[in-house]
């Protein structure tokens, strides 16, 4: 692809062949960053698989995480944990605006070349000195009607995958119970921190990543994340 835009820009003139550079460094540094980005996600959820918590012992996961598993966290711990690790939700990125994005679908690298020769077929046809031969205006009305109706439907899956993150937000539960100074009480699930001993009870929402360490017979739903549709027993293997 890039040997093709290079023997074309060699035999373009002016600006033509300036434009037509521009949009080629333009496409090389948006999939560079699409690139890295996909990287960094596969290896964050390749450091997920490393995770080693739920495998230790009680006592050595009770000293890690500074907390005891009969009375929870002490009063005066949480404001510096809550320091070091803020409030237990998603973390929201800044939005953007979805004119811009739906501008964005429209105006990609091969959208930029449907618009110019849609361009060009209407200059093609405005400048021509024969007007009952049509066929560059309604070239250029086909050109651009296809790259609009495209960006449409990208926009939309976009918008789609944007989405994702404010669903997630419904699964958090508002409120969960939580043992701190050996006070069992409800409490808002964003002020939980590591280190919390929680309790979970049937049809309960999960609140937070947790090791479960006493159950009965529990079962989970994970049908909004994996899309199974069954009800998953979770086996906990006593370690003290």
């Known amino acids: 692809m890039a040997v093709y835009y290079d023997t074309l820009i060699a035999d373009l003139k002016g600006s033509e062949a300036e434009l037509f550079k521009k949009l080629d460094s333009l496409a090389k540094e948006v999939n560079k960053k699409a690139t890295t980005g996909m990287s960094d996600a596969v290896d964050e959820a390749e450091n997920i698989r490393k995770w080693t918590q739920h495998l230790e012992e009680h006592g050595k996961l009770a000293e890690m995480f500074k907390t005891d ?19 237990n939700k998603l973390t929201e990125k800044g939005k953007t605006p979805a004119w811009l994005v739906f501008l964005k679908e429209q ?22 000195e024969d007007k009952t031969d049509k066929s560059n205006l309604y070239l250029g009305i086909v050109l651009g009607g296809v790259v ?30 939580v043992t701190r100074d050996g006070q069992q009480a409800k409490m808002d699930a964003s002020q939980l921190l590591p280190g919390d001993i929680i309790e979970v009870r049937g049809g309960d929402a999960v609140p937070a990543d947790i090791i479960i360490f006493k159950a009965n017979e529990m079962k989970v739903n994970n049908a909004s994340l994996t899309g199974e549709s069954e009800d998953l027993l979770r086996v906990v293997n006593e370690k003290t």
């Open 148 to 177: 609009f109706i495209t960006g449409c439907f990208s926009y939309m899956q976009t918008s789609k995958a944007a989405s994702l993150m404010e669903d997630f937000q419904n699964f958090i539960p508002q409120q969960c119970l």
């Open 107 to 128: 105006t990609g690298f091969f959208s930029l070349l449907l618009w110019l020769g849609s361009f060009l077929c209407f200059l093609a046809y405005g400048i021509s």
């Open 69 to 87: 598993f009969k009375t929870g966290l002490r009063k005066d711990q949480i404001g510096e944990l809550f320091q070091i690790y803020g409030e």
